[in-house]
């Protein structure tokens, strides 16, 4: 039948009755609003692709071949960022004159009709650079091209046309014509692999029902590992493969029985806790070059950062964070990708879970018995420190747009949340919970949900009530602080009283469900520890804890034992002083972290000075064998030396002190996890030329620092800190590493060590580089570079550049990827811990509301950690 043509479409867009949606002011955004209106009436999406790659070319082609029924017929927008359209059939007529933005195609009501349809586009598109959409990558070390793609939230649409929400699950079937000795990789296998000259043609089937954000599809010559997941009573097997570089393959080679060791772990925790099986057929996971963020959880085609493959052996530190990334991942294949959030609202729902999970399987079935310490050391932190933002918002916030929810992967969406989950899981019980997660995927399997679906899950299976746990959790943002204060006679308690604050920006007392322990001094080993505990809770603003009463007086109360709880402990002038005498004879790990972490937090909000808390810490951080606490002590050391920077404060004998303690450390310590970190530490802050100069040595190899690996990286590493100063030799250094380690990651560390040159000259070049936004550099080498730019010692130069970073944020960021705009002004903004650079960007800020979400929010925290940092004490 010939088709029938379309003229001015274009007019009809935008003016055609029916649309009662509010669009994103970005109008490459997709609002929740449009969202919502579109998935009123659209059911029953299947995609069918072709793609086709070239190894040479910047772009690949496509088809598209979309069927779906529509309930209700009106002009419907196919989102598709960035890309070129060639021929569109509707329903069988060809169509001429398609209606297209570069960010969506919009089909005219016209050429649709009620139930099922069909739409066919032919498209090509430019591989990225940047990391979202479909990414390609060269290796410099051998001139091979891999690709990989990268969709959440919103990028999808970056790499075919497509309906691009998360309620809007489809199946997907994929013809992949590919290089010869390229791996193509899904969500299944390939029906068959066709020869065709020096090219392959690869046909998968049907996939499961899913979100267009969890599809993938990953191409290059990827080396494979496989392996098979096997649980007999079910009669169950999955099959399990792990993809690298070819160049990279050689230092994965070590580490693959430990992954896929922790994957099988990983399923039979899952499979058992969540009482529901593996929904897909078969599991990959790939360790992926410039990737953006740490991994993602495609559907059974997971994506991992490749920082993940160390070149040296893995430490028990780095092998428990990739343990814990490959069950976060896993854990969204049921929560997340089985059932997905209705809108990016809810991503809580996602995350806050898979990170909660992950941890738990990992002390609860695998050797890292010490997860939840490692959970509040970092990702709780996060957590403290987002909400404490001026920018922060309640767990389950609101989205307007797909913007919005690419800011949403936060401290509060991951870590706040992940502790209020923890928080119920006490407050519930285990049984309860686990049953609670059995029903809700049983509701709502290849559905999606909203918050209320969740917790109606568990309060049929647990019988208690919810809301107002919600509402106070969930739904408000900040947090409290808390406080015990007791009184003894004669050695006994007669009154123990909690008190809850809150800041005046966010005013909420809640119910904190927690445990009280109590401290105690052993005369005889000078340990303090804990010999009793009390289950409790208090919701006002001054509890009576009846139960205490008439206990022996202790040493130090402590009222956040076991870490159920989220708040910010405060000591009693008692308790401060026991912590601070005490720090390295409280028995109770945990605690010892925690109290650590009070004192840097006493520093961050100027109630201590940064020389009393140096003084504090070192005589018992010299004592700590718990490689967590000391991590805690270090960072906190090595965040002294930025402040001192800061705040132009020259204090040799203090930055010497820290230095000198940290070598002495690098020297002493015989456990080599927490050598590692002493010297990791000392890397990134010597400063005086005799740290520079032992950091000579060691690169050289006249100095041997046993049990601290010292690989390319952090050969690297080295070279970077001594071109911050430009010592010694340090130019020849690199010129004959240079020739030793021609890898990606060489590659990188040589931008790094470019841009951190003390040179105006050389800080200008790299300023003028990143307002170009088509960079002959990837996103990641952009990073590697703006990153060294200015380290604290440097920020004279940054203070001589002349100031134009306000206008050319306007000129030449607005419509920059995200992670761009947050990097420039990251690097670039002046903040230089005084008053001046306050008053500046307050006032750009008041005068520029309209920025984009990304620049804004990136500009209140640094406004807000500036003002932080004057406020500081030496
Ligand atoms: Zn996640």
Not at 479 to 508: L, M, S, W
Not at 682 to 692: D, G, I, P, R, T
Not at 793 to 821: A, E, I, T, V
Request: aromatic share 14%.
């Amino acid at each position: 039948m010939k088709s029938f043509k379309y003229l001015l479409i274009i007019a009809l867009v935008g003016c055609a009755t029916g649309l009662s949606y509010k669009r994103a002011t970005n109008p490459k955004a997709l609002s929740q609003s449009e969202a919502e209106y579109r998935a009123q009436s659209l059911t029953d999406i299947s995609y069918k692709m072709e793609i086709s790659f070239e190894k040479e070319a910047e772009d690949y082609k496509g088809k598209q071949n979309i069927s779906f029924k529509l309930g209700k017929v009106y002009p419907l927008r196919i989102d598709f960022v960035e890309g070129e359209i060639g021929e569109v059939v509707v329903n069988g007529a060809q169509m001429v004159d398609i209606s297209y933005n570069k960010a969506r195609l919009t089909i005219p009501a016209s050429a649709l009709k009620l139930g099922v349809n069909e739409i066919k586009i032919a498209f090509s598109h430019k591989f990225s650079n940047r990391g979202a959409g479909i990414h390609r990558f060269q290796d410099p070390k051998d001139g091979r091209i891999y690709t990989y793609t990268d969709f959440e939230p919103f990028d999808a649409n970056k790499f075919a046309p497509f309906f691009d929400q998360p309620d809007l699950k489809a199946d997907y079937q994929l013809l992949v014509r590919a290089p010869r000795e390229w791996t193509v990789i899904t969500s299944r296998y390939a029906d068959s692999v066709l020869k065709k000259g020096d090219h392959k043609v690869w046909n998968f089937p049907k996939s499961a029902i899913f979100s267009t954000y969890i599809f993938s599809l990953h191409a290059g010559p990827y080396k494979v590992w496989t392996d098979v997941y096997v649980d007999e009573e079910k009669g169950q097997r999955i099959p399990l493969d792990i993809y690298t570089r070819q160049s990279m393959a050689k230092y994965f080679e070590p580490e693959v029985k430990e992954w896929f060791e922790i994957t099988k772990q990983g399923f039979e925790f899952f499979q058992d806790f969540f009482g529901t099986d593996y929904p897909y057929k078969k599991y990959a996971q790939l360790l992926v070059p410039e990737f953006n963020s740490g991994a993602m959880e495609n559907v059974a085609a997971v994506t991992f950062n490749e920082r993940a493959i160390h070149r040296t052996k893995a430490s028990y530190s780095e092998r428990r964070r990739r343990s814990y990334t490959i069950l976060h991942e896993m854990a969204h294949m049921w929560f997340g990708n089985l059932v997905t959030m209705k809108w990016w609202d809810n991503l809580w729902l996602n995350e806050s879970f898979a990170t909660f999970m992950a941890y738990l399987a990992l002390e609860q079935n695998t050797v890292f018995k010490d997860s939840f310490e490692s959970f509040y050391a970092r990702t709780k932190q996060w957590a403290y420190w987002n909400d404490d933002l001026v920018i922060t918002h309640p767990i389950l916030g609101e989205i307007e747009n797909t913007d919005e929810a690419m800011l949403s992967f936060d401290g509060i969406t991951y870590g706040k949340g992940a502790s209020v989950l923890k928080q119920l899981y006490y407050y519930l019980g285990e049984e309860n919970f686990k049953k609670g997660l059995k029903l809700y995927f049983d509701r709502h399997s290849e559905g999606n949900t909203v918050l209320a679906d969740f917790f109606k899950a568990f309060e049929d299976v647990s019988k208690v009530e919810l809301d107002s746990w919600v509402d106070q959790w969930l739904k408000t943002a900040g947090t409290n602080t808390a406080r015990a204060e007791y009184e003894c006679k004669e050695d006994k308690i007669v009154k123990f009283e909690i008190y809850q604050g809150f800041k005046k920006e966010h005013p909420y007392y809640r119910t904190h469900k927690t445990q009280v322990a109590l401290l105690y001094k052993n005369k005889e080993n000078g340990k303090l520890e804990v010999k009793e505990t009390i289950k409790t809770e208090y919701a006002k603003e001054r509890t009576l804890i009846e139960e205490m009463k008439d206990k022996a007086c202790p040493t130090l109360a402590f009222i956040n034992y076991k870490d159920f709880d989220f708040v910010h402990i405060q000591f009693s002038k008692k308790d401060l002083a026991a912590m601070k005498e005490n720090l390295s004879m409280i028995e109770d790990d945990m605690i010892r972290l925690m109290s650590y972490n009070s004192l840097f937090d006493m520093v961050r909000n100027a109630k201590l000075s940064l020389r009393d808390y140096t003084e504090i810490i070192i005589p018992h951080l010299k004592k700590e064998r718990n490689y967590n606490v000391a991590d805690k002590g270090i960072q906190g050391l090595m965040g002294v030396i930025t402040y001192l920077f800061s705040k132009e404060i020259e204090d040799e004998q203090l930055i010497t002190k820290i230095e000198d303690f940290l070598w002495s450390q690098i020297k002493e310590v015989k456990n080599s996890e927490i050598k590692r970190q002493y010297f990791y530490a000392y890397l990134s802050v010597a400063h005086s030329k005799n740290a520079l100069s032992q950091i000579e040595k060691v690169y050289l190899g006249k100095i041997k620092l046993e049990g601290v690996p010292i690989g390319m990286d952090q050969k690297w590493e080295m070279l970077r800190r001594l071109k911050i100063y430009d010592f010694g030799k340090v130019d020849q250094y690199v010129a004959e590493l240079k020739k030793k380690d021609d890898s990606d990651r060489a590659k990188k560390s040589l931008l790094a060590i470019d841009a951190t040159e003390g040179s105006l000259e050389v800080k200008k070049k790299w300023y003028q580089a990143s307002l170009k936004k088509m960079s002959p550099y990837s996103l990641k080498e952009m990073g590697s570079a703006l990153s060294s730019l200015f380290p604290a010692s440097q920020m004279d130069l940054k203070k001589q550049m002349s100031g134009h970073f306000y206008s050319d944020l306007k000129k030449h960021m607005l419509d920059r990827q995200m992670r761009m705009q947050r990097l420039f002004v990251g690097s670039f903004i002046p903040a230089f811990c005084d008053e001046p650079s306050s008053e500046k960007l307050n006032e750009f800020i008041e005068a520029n509301e309209d920025l984009p979400v990304g620049i804004m929010k990136s500009l209140k925290i640094t406004l807000q950690e500036n003002n932080r940092c004057i406020d500081l004490i030496y």
